[in-house]
C-alpha cells in the first residue's frame, strides 16, 4: 500500500511537472546570448564540434521536423541530430515511455536486471534470427564510440588477433578504440601512437573513383584489387600455408554516413562478405547511423543482402533520448562461454530510461510500416533533389540516396570538384534563420560531411509531409541563390 501511494505520488509529480515544463516551453532563458558565450570562451572545452561554426548556434526548443531559436524562428531540420532523433523532436508515444519509467524505476545499477532491458534484448535478438536466420546475444553500452569498443573486444576475444580492415572514409567513433578504426588522421593526429590502427581499404565510392572507373562497366574492379591481396603471403595479408589472414574482421558502414551518405553499387557488399567468409574474417557491421530504417530497411545492410557476424547500433533506438547502444553478435561470438562476466560494463550501460524508450520505439517499428514509409519519402525527396540538380548543375555534382538517407554533393562549374566553401557558407547561411519559409521567416539545418566536406547528408524526420519536403528543397534552392548567384545558369 504505502508503496503504491508513494507511485501514485510520484506520477502526480512527473505529470504536473509535464505540464509545467509546457508553460514554460517558450520561456526565455535568463542569459541573452552574448553573456552565454563569454561563458562559453572562458568555462567549456572547446576540443568537440561546437566551433566547427563562428558564432556557435544556440537553439531553444524542438518539435517535430523543427528546431527553435531563442527568437522563436523554426528550423525545417534535415539532419535530426545525425540521425539521433529518426521519430522526430518531442515524439509524444516514446516521450511518454520515458516519463513512465521515470515514474516507476528512473535508476538502477547495470548490475541488477530489469524487465525491458531483457526484453528488448530479446527483440533485437528475435529481429536478427527473423532476417538473418541467426542466433545471437545482444551487449548493451551507452554510446556509439562504447559499443564500437565493445564489438572490438569480442572480436579480439574470439580470434586472438588485434588487426582488423575498415574503409577509407568510415566513421565509427572517437574514443581511442573507435578513433583508431576510423579512417581520418585529423582525429588520430595528435593523440599518440595508434599501434592497432586499421588497414583502411577504398569505399565504393562510384561518383569519385578510387580507381578511376565507371561504375557502368567497372566490373566492381575495387573488390577485384582488395581480392588480390589475399594472392600471396608476400602482399603481408595472407599465410596460404596456414590459410589465416592477419586480419580479424572487417568494419564497414553499409552506407557512410560522415564520410557522405555514399550508397555502394549493388553487388559489392555480397561480392565482399564471400572474400572474408572464405579468408575466416568476421563482418562487423556498425549500423549507429543507418540503422534503425534510415535507409529504408531496419539494418541497411538488408539492403544489400547480407548476414554479418555481429551489428552496431546506437542513436535512433531511444530517439536521442537517455542514449543507448549497443552490440550484437553471433552466438559463438558472445555466449557466456566466450565472453563471460565482466568483459565489459559501464555504470550507465542498459540505463533504465534508455531500455524503456528503446522497447517502445522496437515496438512501434513493429506496427508502423517504416520501410514504406521511409522508401516512399525518399524516392519523393530524391527526385525533387535531381530536380534541383538539373535547375543548378553548376552548383550540384551528385544526388543519390536510399530510403530517407539522402545526399547532395556541392561542386565547382564543373560539376565534379569539390566546393568545400560553398558548402560551408550555405550551411552557415541556412543557420541564419532569415530565409522566406512558408509566409515567415525560417532557417535551415544541415549537416556536412564527405572526404572533402562538401556533401549535405540529409536525414529527415521520418514523419516529414510532403510539403515539408517541398520547403526543404525550396530553402536549399533560395541557399544557393544567395551564395552562389554567380552560378545560376546552366
Ligand atoms: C557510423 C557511426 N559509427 C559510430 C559513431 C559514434 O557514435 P557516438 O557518437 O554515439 O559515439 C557514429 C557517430 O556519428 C557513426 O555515425
Redesign the pocket.
Known amino acids: 500500500m504505502l508503496q503504491n501511494g508513494r507511485l501514485n505520488r510520484g506520477r502526480e509529480a512527473i505529470n504536473e511537472m509535464s505540464k509545467r515544463s509546457d508553460d514554460q516551453a517558450f520561456r526565455t532563458p535568463a542569459l541573452d546570448e552574448t553573456r552565454l558565450l563569454e561563458l562559453d570562451a572562458k568555462y567549456s572545452s572547446w576540443g568537440d564540434t561546437v566551433h566547427y561554426l563562428t558564432p556557435p548556434k544556440f537553439f531553444d526548443r524542438s518539435e517535430g521536423s523543427y528546431l527553435y531559436d531563442r527568437e522563436g524562428i523554426p528550423y525545417l531540420d534535415l539532419q535530426m541530430w545525425?540521425?539521433?532523433a529518426s521519430f522526430g523532436y518531442g515524439h509524444a508515444r516514446l516521450n511518454g515511455s520515458l516519463v513512465r519509467q521515470l515514474g516507476r524505476l528512473p535508476q538502477l545499477a547495470s548490475q541488477y536486471l530489469h524487465s525491458e532491458r531483457l526484453e528488448l534484448a530479446a527483440a533485437i535478438g528475435r529481429l536478427n534470427e527473423s532476417k538473418f536466420g541467426l542466433q545471437g546475444r545482444v551487449q548493451f553500452n551507452v554510446?556509439?564510440?562504447?559499443?564500437?569498443e565493445d564489438s572490438l573486444k569480442i572480436v579480439r576475444n574470439t580470434t586472438h588477433k588485434n588487426l582488423v580492415f575498415a574503409f577509407m572514409g568510415?566513421?565509427?567513433?572517437?574514443?581511442l578504440g573507435?578513433s583508431a578504426i576510423?579512417s581520418s588522421y585529423r582525429y588520430r593526429r595528435r593523440f599518440g601512437h595508434f599501434s592497432d590502427r586499421a588497414q583502411f581499404v577504398p569505399f565504393p565510392y562510384c561518383f569519385r573513383c578510387p580507381y578511376d572507373k565507371k561504375r557502368e562497366d567497372c566490373g566492381l574492379y575495387c573488390l577485384q584489387q582488395f581480392e588480390k591481396n589475399f594472392e600471396t603471403e608476400y602482399h603481408s595479408f595472407w599465410d596460404p600455408q596456414a590459410g589465416e589472414s592477419e586480419f580479424s574482421a572487417f568494419y564497414v558502414?553499409p552506407i557512410?554516413?560522415?564520410g557522405g551518405y555514399i550508397i555502394p553499387p549493388p553487388g559489392y557488399f555480397a561480392g565482399l562478405k564471400k572474400i572474408l567468409e572464405e579468408r575466416h574474417i568476421l563482418m562487423v557491421d556498425?549500423?549507429?547511423?543507418?540503422g534503425m530504417y534510415r535507409a529504408g530497411k531496419f539494418w541497411a545492410i538488408e539492403n544489400f543482402d547480407v548476414a554479418p557476424d555481429a551489428i552496431?547500433f546506437?542513436?535512433a533506438l531511444t530517439n536521442g533520448l537517455n542514449?543507448l547502444?549497443g552490440v550484437w553478435a553471433r552466438e559463438e561470438l558472445i555466449s557466456p562461454d566466450v565472453f563471460p562476466p565482466g568483459s565489459t560494463h559501464s555504470t550507465f550501460a542498459s540505463n533504465t530510461l534508455g531500455t524503456a524508450v528503446a522497447l517502445e520505439a522496437m515496438r512501434m517499428m513493429q506496427e508502423i510500416d517504416y520501410e514504406t514509409i521511409t522508401r516512399r519519402k525518399g524516392a519523393y525527396f530524391l527526385a525533387q533533389l535531381k530536380d534541383l540538380q538539373r535547375r543548378h548543375p553548376k552548383v550540384i555534382g551528385d544526388t543519390d540516396g536510399m530510403g530517407l538517407a539522402l545526399r547532395l554533393e556541392i561542386c565547382r562549374e564543373d560539376g565534379h570538384t569539390p566546393d568545400r566553401e560553398l558548402t560551408s557558407a550555405m550551411f552557415a547561411e541556412g543557420l541564419k534563420g532569415d530565409l522566406a519559409g512558408a509566409g515567415k521567416p525560417m532557417g535551415l539545418v544541415l549537416d556536412i560531411g564527405g572526404y572533402f566536406k562538401n556533401v549535405f547528408t540529409l536525414a529527415p524526420c521520418f514523419d516529414i509531409t510532403e510539403q515539408e519536403i517541398d520547403l526543404a528543397v525550396d530553402l536549399i534552392e533560395q541557399l544557393i541563390r544567395r551564395c552562389a548567384p554567380d552560378r545560376l545558369n546552366a
Open positions: 545525425y540521425s539521433a554510446g556509439g564510440s562504447q559499443a564500437i568510415g566513421y565509427h567513433g572517437r574514443t573507435a576510423s558502414e557512410q554516413g560522415t556498425d549500423e549507429i547511423q543507418m552496431v546506437g542513436k542514449p547502444s
